[in-house]
């Protein structure tokens, strides 16, 4: 029977050019030097959205883990709220890699990027950049901003063009932004829309009515994700990488994801049979996140 590991779980902050990211560090008890997977959410998301039950499965194998959230957002610092600046989150993950490298007790030659969604895209940029990671996983990555961008209707998106434009104007005026839902139902005005995703999203947040306030995200960011694919790295990265897609997926379409992550020298590519939202919640959670540990015991060294 494998062995499962007790757990301590930490409350600790990093700097990121000037802004305090929070974070919590998990450490599985009796494993020395142990190696260590970096987490962050996707699309205008934060820790308590589940992924503290992937880092507790990873410690409770013998990982330690680092699940920080991007600056704006969640418990980090950074205002306005809740505005996406992809530039800053990219630095903020190279941030948590530097901060990473100097956490006492854990073997920083085995650093694993861990990305979902938009945070899955970011991972693949980092991964073909730092090439001291030594394995990526990324689970429904952002590779294509273009088919992100226009995989809802032809008049969806030009509401969300619309609404970009007037609160980028905001910006430029030194008002406060023009929000819209980052998740809704099938016809309203929101980021992604695909049917049954507000529901899925409410599971995440356990129904909590202080996370399901937070659905929102300032509209500019609808003019940038055309612009950011970075799916174009995906033959620069040398390391293992597990990529996780799903065949039913309406956020990254399955075949724009596969054509994309295929060229991974190294990539380990598995489907399966669910939605963009569905690996965080049972019944295909506990499949998920194991296929993430068996992919890490046979890469980065197993610990147990």
């Known amino acids: 029977m494998t062995r499962q590991f007790d ?16 974070a ?24 308590e959205l589940r992924l503290d039950a992937y880092a507790a ?48 007790g854990v073997d920083t030659t085995r650093v694993v990027g861990w990305g979902s969604s938009f945070g899955g895209g970011h991972v693949l940029r980092l991964v ?9 996983i990324v689970q429904v990555p952002h590779v294509s901003g273009p088919a992100s961008a226009f995989s809802q209707s032809p008049r969806a998106v030009a ?16 008002r406060s932004p023009y929000r819209l ?18 529901e899925l999203v409410e599971r995440m947040g356990d129904m909590r009515e202080e996370l ?3 659905n929102d995200v300032a509209a500019r960011i609808a003019l940038r994700v055309p612009f950011y694919s970075p799916g174009r790295h995906a033959a620069a990265i040398d390391v293992p990488v597990l990529v996780q897609l799903a065949a039913h997926d309406e956020v990254t379409p399955i075949d724009t ?28 959670f506990d499949t998920i996140v194991t296929d993430q540990i068996h992919f890490l015991d046979r890469h980065v060294g197993d610990a147990r």
């Open 57 to 104: 499965r990873f410690a409770q194998a013998g990982y330690a883990a680092l699940v920080f959230d991007h600056r704006h957002w969640g418990a980090s610092a950074g205002f306005p709220r809740r505005i996406l600046d992809i530039g800053r989150q990219q630095a903020d993950w190279d941030a948590a890699m530097d901060f990473t490298r100097r956490i006492e």
């Open 24 to 47: 919590w560090l998990y450490r599985p008890q009796g494993v020395a030097n142990p190696p260590i997977v970096v987490l962050a959410h996707g699309f205008a998301a934060f820790r």
């Open 7 to 22: 757990y301590v779980r930490s409350d600790v902050t990093f700097d990121s050019s000037g802004t305090r990211c929070a």
């Open 257 to 284: 994801a596969r054509s994309v992550v295929d060229r991974i020298p190294k990539g380990e590519v598995h489907v399966y049979e669910y939605g963009h939202f569905e690996p965080y919640l049972d019944p295909f």
């Open 212 to 214: 399901l306030a937070e």
């Open 181 to 198: 839902a980052a998740v809704g139902r099938p016809g309203d005005t929101a980021m992604m829309t695909a049917p049954g995703a507000y």
């Open 128 to 136: 073909a950049r730092d090439r001291r990671l030594a394995a990526a």
């Open 159 to 174: 509401r969300l063009i619309a609404a970009g434009m007037r609160d980028q104007f905001r910006a430029w005026t030194g």
